[in-house]
């Protein structure tokens, strides 16, 4: 659709009404023994007219502006070919325009959308459009007026098209102008000049229009700077309103006898200079408009985009400022410049007093904690920090550090107290590995005299008794495996960790190491240079160790295990990725699968195990500072796992 609504009544009647009218000025401007008017300006109305009405009824639009042209030029003495020919040539010009138009520049109104002449393109292709639509109506109404008897000649085409165009793009133009504004959606100038400037404007150009043409030297170009002034302090309306005033008192001094223009002896060529003057004018102003325009459009968005971006960082400040956690930002040089109020709290009770001074000295404290007696305490993770307090005791703090944008704006900490948790966390692994390690000896003892009961039932026949006692050493048995993951777990979650640098890759690398000790047939596909890690041995051997382990145990039948596995460095970290190509994990079980004894229903059919070793491994990589997920393979069989370890020191992306 290209209009909202029928025009009514009223509004038709008031088209038809301009159109009369200006009609007639252009009669009035036909010379002596000639039928050529001068100029033109009910062209624009028509094309207006045509762009309101509803496309469905453009033939009843176009029928009345052939009649009422006709019933002009009958009234005004045109002859009878004129009257005939004169008003199908104009009609098919106002078609012509809207048509193209409406193809070409969707966004107006009137051809689809809600804007003006607010952009160059619009500008550009609006005027092409123009030009081919009006070259159109002066081949057919120069043909009326040879119809006529006039004899035209070259000179007389090139008017008709001239005084065409000039009549549709100032009258096209400010009236659209003056639709969108009546519309109410013509935004205001951002920055704009107020009233007082406006009439200093106005009250210029009419006494530079005045002095301008009221001499003979051709200094009528000066107009234009005001022009400009105008289109780029107000609003696109007002400078083509201010072009379009200026141009018509251009004229009329011109049709006085005033001004360079005047001078000339033909007044065809008169006509023509005057009417290029006030396009000139015009498409300066709609030009330097519609470039101010898309400025606007540009500050509004940003000043938008602002205001969603203040209100972001409102409720991001809000939401840091209520978070336990602190939260540190520093720069290259690792000055603290953003901050949260726990890390102030943090800071204080490390070092009472100035803020930003207790800010640096924690920072200091985090980038050299204190090595000695407390990095050997087994509760303690890779990345907490013993803190002394101004008070003589000590916090720890469990420090996590993330390169932002790749390091380009900084550094974040995040500060954790986990003084509570780690002081009540040594008891309990004290205590699960105590449990543990005495439930193995009546196990051992169990195992023994099941042994000795089955050699005594062999070659008795009592066959019964001998898969019983079996059974029952199965269950020994995987009640001992049972108990030695948990005294891995244990290790795992609250043993002492010694981090140091450990090689993945190359024959004598850990990968390798790990392949032999769960016996793969093959050694594990990885690339030669992969990056090293810096963690606690024995903990990334358990680790890989489990991973490489399942890659054995819950192998496709008949297809023999294979393990492949690629690492990178990010930031401070190395992210590893293991790949197996046996059963797979099912979509549903790729959270649960690290949960504490959870294990399938397929699995629990086919393959034995206590569903403690993915737990495990999430235990080393999360005391590492890490995590570990369960991803889709992408392609063919099997499962991926992907995890982070702390990079080497100095290591490079």
Known sequence: MTSVRVLGLPAALGFAVAYVALALVGRATVLPGSSVSLVWPAAGVAVLWLL???????????LLVAVLLGVVLAVTGADVPLVLLGGAGVAVQTWLVVALVRRWCPTLIGAGGEDSVHTLRTLAVGTGAVLVACAVGAVLLTLALWAAGDDPDLGDAVLVWGRQVAGTIVIGSVGHLAWEWRRGHADPRVGGGGHAELAVLWGMSAAAVVAMFLQPLPLVFLLVPLTGWCAS???????????????????????????????????????????????????????????????????????????????????LSGMTGSMGEGLLVLDDERRVTTHNA????????????????????????????????AWRRPELGPGDVVVPLADGGEMVLAVTSRPLAAGRLGTLLVVREVTA??????????????????LRGPLTTMRSWLSLVEHDLDGTGQDEARDAVRRVDRSVVHMSELIDDLLAQAAAE???????????GGSGGLL?????????DEPV???????????DPGAVRQLFANLVGNCVKYARPGVPPRVEVDAHVRGDRVVVEVRDHGIGVPEADRERVFDRFHRSQEVQAS???????????????????????????????????????????????
Do not use: K, N, W
Request: glycine share 10%.
């Open 52 to 62: 309101a009405e509803r496309s469905d009824r453009q033939v009843r639009v176009l």
């Open 607 to 653: 393959y034995t195990g206590t569903g403690l070793g993915l737990s495990l491994c999430r235990s080393i990589v999360e005391r590492h500072g890490g995590r570990i997920v369960c991803v889709a393979p992408g392609d063919g069989p099997g499962a991926v796992f992907r995890l982070d370890l702390p990079a080497v020191p100095g290591a490079r992306h």
């Open 525 to 535: 596909v990885a690339p030669a240079d992969l990056p090293a890690v810096h963690a």
């Open 512 to 520: 390798a190491e790990v392949a032999d000790l769960v016996g793969l």
């Open 233 to 315: 302090r107000f609003t696109t309306f007002t400078a083509a309103l201010h072009a379009c005033a200026l141009g018509t008192v251009a004229l009329v001094l011109t049709a006085g006898g005033h001004g360079p223009i005047a001078r000339l002896d033909d007044p065809y060529v008169e006509a023509m200079g005057t009417q290029s003057f006030l396009l000139a004018l015009l498409l300066t102003a709609l030009a330097v408009g519609t470039l101010r325009d898309r400025v606007d459009d540009l500050v509004r968005q940003l000043v938008a985009a602002q205001a969603v971006s203040d209100a972001q960082a409102e409720l």
């Open 342 to 373: 726990a890390s102030a709290r943090l800071a204080r009770r490390h070092l009472p007093g100035d803020e930003q001074r207790a800010l640096a000295a924690l920072v200091d404290l985090l980038d050299h904690p204190p090595r000695p007696a």
């Open 494 to 504: 609250g043993g002492q960790l010694r981090p140091e640098v450990v090689v993945l």
């Open 421 to 438: 948790h780690r002081s009540g966390f040594r008891p309990l692994v004290e205590f699960a590995s105590t449990a543990a390690h005495d």
